[in-house]
């Protein structure tokens, strides 16, 4: 059963301001709320389908997927202008 102290302390962490005369029927809306979601403790689940999309481990292993180095080439033949490996740009920012 809820308190008003734990009512001010749930006004408080909300940012809500609860006025005392207002705090008994906060205090009784509190507790038919929690009793409500109580409600879903009587839930048998065992029997129910698993959710969609479950979570599930989607990360690989740590390690280089590739040789390095695979599709440098293929990458740098599409650069407009290069420098070895390298994209080459125009220099837009100086250093005077």
Do not use: C, W
């Not at 906060?26 to 979570?55: N, Q």
């Amino acid at each position: 059963m809820a308190t008003p102290e734990d009512v001010k302390k749930l006004a408080e962490l909300a940012r809500i301001a609860v006025p005392d005369t207002e705090l008994d029927a906060f205090t009784k809306e509190f507790d038919g709320v929690l009793a409500y979601i109580g409600r879903l403790e009587e839930l048998s689940l065992a029997h129910a389908a698993p959710a969609a999309g479950a979570l599930r481990n989607v990360l690989r292993e740590d390690a280089a997927p590739h040789e390095p180095g695979r599709y440098t080439e293929a990458l740098a033949a599409q650069f407009p202008k290069r420098a070895g490996d390298a994209l080459s740009v125009q220099q837009i920012i100086s250093y005077d």
